[in-house]
């Protein structure tokens, strides 16, 4: 079993920063990347970014350029610094970790809202 707790959302204006925290634990070693997944308003879950367990990042075309995905592999913690921030970044954050193939164990997730 793998737990993630995510950390670090909130109410930001347009053009704004915020940096998430997702911390795991339990059966950490077998994970093979980690990445950070969103899920707007009635809409369906979609990807953010990715990071292998070599360090291989990855990222959707909607926020290149704008958000970093990173790891601090001593604190078994991976980070999504969200820079530039725009109304349609609003969503609820997930953070999910990949022990095979598939992404399988997820967090709570954490909310951001981008609105003036």
């Known amino acids: 079993q793998v737990y993630l707790v995510e950390s670090g959302g909130g109410l930001v204006q347009p053009g704004e920063s915020l940096k998430l925290s997702c911390a795991a634990s339990?059966?950490?070693?077998?994970?093979?990347?980690m990445g950070w997944f969103r899920q707007p308003p009635g809409k369906e879950r979609e990807v953010v970014a990715t990071?292998?367990?070599?360090?291989?990042?990855d990222y959707a075309d909607s926020v290149k350029g704008r958000f970093t995905i990173s790891k601090d592999n001593a604190k078994n913690t991976v980070y999504l610094q969200m820079n530039s921030l725009k109304p349609e970044d609003t969503a609820v954050y997930y953070c999910?970790?990949?022990?095979?193939?598939?992404?399988?164990?997820w967090g709570q997730g954490t909310r951001v809202t981008v609105s003036s």
């Open positions: 999910g970790a990949r022990l095979t193939y598939r992404y399988s164990y």
């Open positions: 339990g059966s950490i070693l077998n994970m093979n990347a």
């Open positions: 990071i292998t367990s070599g360090g291989s990042p």
